[in-house]
């Protein structure tokens, strides 16, 4: 397993920007897929975006594409998370997620971070 420490959050109005990062733990990261969930309060958690190990790949949510880009830097240990356009429902707790995987099953990755709020006002 990797450790994961997200940062970035905070609170935005509608329409801004912020940018998600998420630090692994030296080691392996290169070899994981890495995806972002989040987790608005009484729902369940969902996936956001998902980036394979070398970035060829990437599945985005339909309610965020075009809005939202993740990206990866392996040499850095890094996993990115650019929100544009931000709309009040993308209000949540974000959290990146370590797996072997491109999928939106929370089930399939098996680290975790802590999470980081992310309040978009009206």
């Known amino acids: 397993q990797v450790q994961l420490v997200e940062s970035g959050g905070g609170l935005v109005q509608a329409g801004g920007s912020l940018r998600l990062s998420c630090a692994a733990s030296?080691?392996?990261?290169?070899?994981?897929?890495m995806a972002w969930f989040r987790q608005a309060p009484g729902k369940e958690r969902e996936v956001v975006a998902a980036?394979?190990?070398?970035?060829?790949?990437?599945n985005y949510v339909d309610f965020v594409k075009g809005r939202f880009t993740v990206s990866r830097d392996n040499a850095g240990n890094t996993l990115y998370l650019q929100m544009n356009n931000l709309k009040p429902e993308d209000t949540a707790v974000y959290y990146c997620?370590?797996?072997?995987?491109?999928?939106?099953?929370?089930?399939?990755?098996?680290?975790w971070g802590q999470g980081t709020q992310v309040t978009v006002s009206s």
């Open positions: 980036i394979s190990q070398s970035s060829i790949t990437t």
């Open positions: 997620a370590a797996g072997p995987t491109v999928t939106r099953s929370n089930s399939a990755y098996d680290s």
């Open positions: 030296p080691g392996n990261f290169r070899l994981y897929v």
